[in-house]
């Protein structure tokens, strides 16, 4: 069984940084794409930024609003996913999801979803 946790969110001014970390556990045996997304309250979930082709030095991809602001990166050995957030914005308040697409030894392929961590961003 595989299960994904957040960590990182906090309260932080406009202007500041946030490292968030999603750490798997279980024994995983093909990762396909590790994601981060976020929701605010009455507002659909929304991709925030993507990673891929993690083996072969990683391929990434984000939002228009988040690109140039955001890093989504990856640590193989400790199965654990990072978004580093600067020069956050009060529009990126919301809860903060990070997802993975993997397949897990004895298993499927699967999706999975960590329980969120909330990101408050003040102005």
């Known amino acids: 069984q595989v299960q994904l946790v957040e960590s990182g969110g906090a309260l932080v001014q406009a202007g500041g940084s946030l490292r968030l970390s999603c750490a798997a556990s279980?024994?995983?045996?093909?990762?396909?794409?590790l994601g981060w997304y976020r929701q605010a309250p009455g507002k659909q979930r929304e991709l925030v930024a993507i990673?891929?082709?993690?083996?072969?030095?990683?391929?990434?991809n984000y939002a228009d609003s988040v690109r140039g602001r955001f890093t989504i990166s990856a640590d193989n050995a400790k199965n654990t996913v990072f978004l580093q957030m600067d020069s956050l914005k009060s529009e990126d308040t919301a809860v903060y999801y990070c997802?993975?697409?993997?397949?897990?030894?004895?298993?499927?392929?699967?999706?999975?979803w960590g329980q969120g961590t909330q990101v408050t961003v003040s102005s």
């Open positions: 279980g024994r995983i045996f093909s990762v396909y794409g």
């Open positions: 997802n993975a697409d993997l397949t897990p030894y004895g298993g499927r392929r699967s999706v999975y």
């Open positions: 990673i891929t082709s993690i083996n072969s030095g990683g391929s990434t």
